[in-house]
């Protein structure tokens, strides 16, 4: 797959850059030339390459051409996973991902245990089910300086953790990873076999591994999912909007 990229990456260049243009005397008009050229080429190449080969386009100013709606749709739920460990560069980039995530006023309330040793998979096991997955992470929420919201006393930590899953799960799926959220789990055997204090909440188990068969489909959105007139309403709640 390395070599693959590789070689797409250099077709990519011999195809965008211009000798000529990079002798102009002009370095700065030749720069901005090549750069618009390369954006030019990569709004039309990057549509044909496989989903793991589009990102990173560091040449074009850093900037990534992953489709995110393609992406999105590509994340599916795995409940199957092989023995293949995650390397420890793909589980920083989904941790660092998890960490960039937005929080209600940055209070960042996650802290998350990162389970690999067989002894405490079998703990987390205790709990919930792992799916063979040689990776666990306990997703759970600092409890200490909740923001509460004051007209409903709703607090705002579960919202934060679920869009920090979101985004580790995105970024996992993006390294041809799976995974799946879990919050029907016992919270206090977590608690027990992870020495977690009581200002600190197990919110969510997110189990994650290289799947022991294909992803889904992305199409599949096309019949699994409602149409956006069925969720999504225009100025004003309107049942009637709704599908019967």
Request: negative net charge; charged residues 25%; glycine residues 6%.
């Amino acid at each position: 797959m390395s070599s693959q990229i590789e070689g797409t990456q250099a077709t990519f260049l011999d195809d965008i850059l211009d000798p000529e243009v990079k002798e102009n005397q002009n370095a700065e008009i030749a720069d901005i030339l090549n750069y618009l050229r390369a954006a030019n080429f990569a709004m039309g190449r990057m549509k044909e390459l496989p989903l793991c080969n589009r990102k990173y386009m560091n040449y074009l100013g850093g900037y990534s051409y992953m489709d995110f709606l393609q992406l999105a749709k590509s994340r599916c739920t795995t409940r199957g996973f092989t023995n293949q460990s995650i390397s420890t560069n793909d589980l920083d980039y989904i941790l660092s991902a998890g960490r960039v995530a937005p929080t209600a006023c940055n209070q960042q309330p996650q802290r998350i245990i990162v389970v690999q040793q067989p002894e405490n998979i079998m703990k987390v096991q205790k709990a919930y089910k792992t799916f063979g997955s040689q990776c666990i992470l306990i997703v759970c929420r600092d409890r200490r300086n909740e923001l509460i919201r004051p007209y409903d006393q709703k607090c705002s930590g579960d919202l934060d953790i679920g869009i920090v899953c979101d985004h580790m799960m995105l970024a996992a799926r993006e390294r041809n990873i799976g995974s799946v959220m879990v919050g029907l789990f016992d919270p206090e055997i977590i608690k027990k076999e992870f020495g977690i204090p009581e200002c600190i909440e197990p919110t969510a188990l997110l189990v994650i591994g290289y799947p022991g068969g294909e992803f889904l489909s992305p199409e599949r959105h096309d019949t699994e999912r409602k149409p956006l007139a069925d969720i999504v309403m225009i100025e004003h709640y309107n049942e009637c909007s709704l599908s019967d």
